[in-house]
């Protein structure tokens, strides 16, 4: 293999990885462009939480019976074992099966499986963030902040979404790998502070576990001698 071989199986390896890592880049971005207008929260977030719970509960109405479990990740030639294309292609084909889904189970909801109860939690948690920031916001920032509200949620549901997804595809990619990720992200979080991983989300403002990006404070030195 010469230089321009390796050089073509890396971009297209970068090109990939870009390419599954988009929806997520766009998510964070709109969540870093609504900053100014609905505030820093961190990772509580109320929109984001609410968000997530809809997108959560979207992924566990349209993911296929039996196939979370262990055998069934795993398995070359299951249902996870998908190409980049074949993975973006299943992604969009149940998001665009969530919505439906979950209203077709309302009608058939019962007192085990209420999913009624969960969207109501999170429609309140929304809800309640929306009217707390209609009230503290003037009229001339009304309409921006509900314009980044609605778009900070709607991008977290399907971000939340679509982040279920690729965990389970990267388990089924990674296979044995990601028992050494696991204990490098293990070591990294024993040994460094903060540990990479919150370094890396800390630009974000919203998924950073540790690490936040702060103003520095300047420290006021009192004079000697008075």
């Not at 916001?137 to 399907?158: D, H, K, N, W």
């Not at 982040?163 to 028992?179: D, E, K, M, P």
Request: charged content about 15%.
């Amino acid at each position: 293999m010469d230089v321009i071989d390796l050089l073509g199986n890396v971009g297209r390896v970068l090109l990939s990885g870009l390419i599954v890592a988009l929806p997520l880049v766009v998510w964070q971005w709109v969540v870093l462009s609504a900053r100014h207008w609905r505030g820093t929260f961190g990772l509580l977030d109320p929109t984001l939480i609410a968000g997530a719970m809809i997108g959560f509960a979207a992924l566990a109405v349209v993911i296929p019976v039996g196939s979370l479990r262990f055998e069934a990740v795993v398995a070359p030639g299951g249902v996870w074992d998908l190409s980049v294309v074949g993975f973006l292609h299943r992604a969009f084909a149940m998001a665009s099966r969530g919505l439906p889904a979950m209203a077709e189970l309302l009608h058939y909801d019962d007192a085990e499986r209420d999913l009624r109860v969960w969207l109501s939690l999170a429609c309140s948690i929304w809800l309640l963030r929306l009217a707390a920031g209609l009230i503290s916001v003037s009229v001339a920032r009304a309409g921006p902040f509900l314009l980044c509200e609605i778009a900070t949620f709607a991008l977290s549901a399907y971000g939340s979404f679509y982040a279920g997804l690729l965990l389970i595809w990267l388990f089924n990619q990674l296979n044995v790998w990601w028992l050494l990720l696991l204990l490098a992200l293990l070591q990294d979080f024993r040994n460094n502070d903060p540990p990479w991983l919150a370094r890396l989300t800390a630009a974000t403002g919203s998924f950073a576990l540790y690490a936040q990006a702060r103003a520095p404070v300047e420290r006021k030195h009192k004079a000697h001698g008075h």
